[in-house]
T-cell receptor, first 111, second 113 residues
Framework: NAGVTQTPKFRVLKTGQSMTLLCAQD?????MYWYRQDPGMGLRLIHY???????AKGEVPDGYNVSRLKKQNFLLGLESAAPSQTSVYFC??????????FGPGTRLTVL | DQQVKQNSPSLSVQEGRISILNCDYT??????FLWYKKYPAEGPTFLIS?????DKNEDGRFTVFLNKSAKHLSLHIVPSQPGDSAVYFC????????????FGGGTRLMVKP
């Protein structure tokens, strides 16, 4: 089992460009999450999904959109990137109320 | 307003000694607490958890203590090993918020040989 995988691992964008981060899990988990990690801030929840076709806002959703068209995939989109979105992005998945399993992260720099 | 705080950004201990990492929270609705460990360039991995109905949970060298009245939890690692050097995050879950977690800012533990 690969667990949770994220694509790409690194990306550099210019302000105003768009991109999509892909998260895939092979554990048949219902719940999936997108977090961003900034120094001293821990991980902050951007959006999450409780099942295929569902999405909901987390703590810091502004500037991001998500889609969960297939149970195993959770996409995070940036329509118009800003320097404030420079961060490390982590995807996670879980069964209902069990611990979350995290991917290796995507380091995004917006110039 | 951070609901989960880890006030020590870093901690250095000698190999073989005890490491104590602390975490404070403000929301009394949190009913489940977790510790995650993170190595550089990797995602966080689950370490240990505790329900609010307990005050202690032990797993090998790792023990988590919960003091509900003080809204404080701590992670004890005994004995500490160089491979324990990592960033540790505490996280909390509310009883009516699905499985969403609120994370602290993390504590970088360095275990010196």
């Amino acid at each position: 089992n690969a667990g949770v995988t994220q694509t790409p691992k690194f990306r550099v964008l210019k302000t105003g460009q768009s991109m999509t981060l892909l998260c895939a899990q092979d554990m048949n988990h219902e719940y999936m999450y997108w977090y961003r990690q900034d120094p001293g801030m821990g991980l902050r929840l951007i959006h999450y999904s409780v099942g295929e076709g569902t999405t909901a806002k987390g703590e810091v959703p502004d500037g991001y959109n998500v889609s969960r068209l297939k149970k195993q995939n959770f996409l995070l989109g940036l329509e118009s990137a800003a320097p404030s979105q420079t961060s490390v992005y982590f995807c996670a998945s879980s069964d209902d109320f069990n611990e979350q399993f995290f991917g290796p992260g995507t380091r995004l720099t917006v110039l | 307003d951070q609901q989960v705080k880890q006030n020590s950004p870093s901690l250095s201990v000698q190999e073989g000694r005890i490491s104590i990492l602390n975490c404070d929270y403000t929301n009394s609705m949190f009913d489940y607490f977790l510790w995650y460990k993170k190595y550089p360039a990797e995602g966080p991995t689950f370490l240990i958890s505790i329900s609010s109905i307990k005050d202690k949970n032990e797993d090998g060298r790792f023990t988590v203590f919960l003091n509900k009245s003080a809204k404080h939890l701590s992670l004890h690692i005994v004995p500490s090993q160089p491979g324990d050097s990592a960033v540790y995050f505490c996280a909390a879950r509310r009883d009516n918020a699905g499985n969403m977690l609120t994370f602290g800012g993390g504590t970088r533990l360095m275990v010196k040989p």
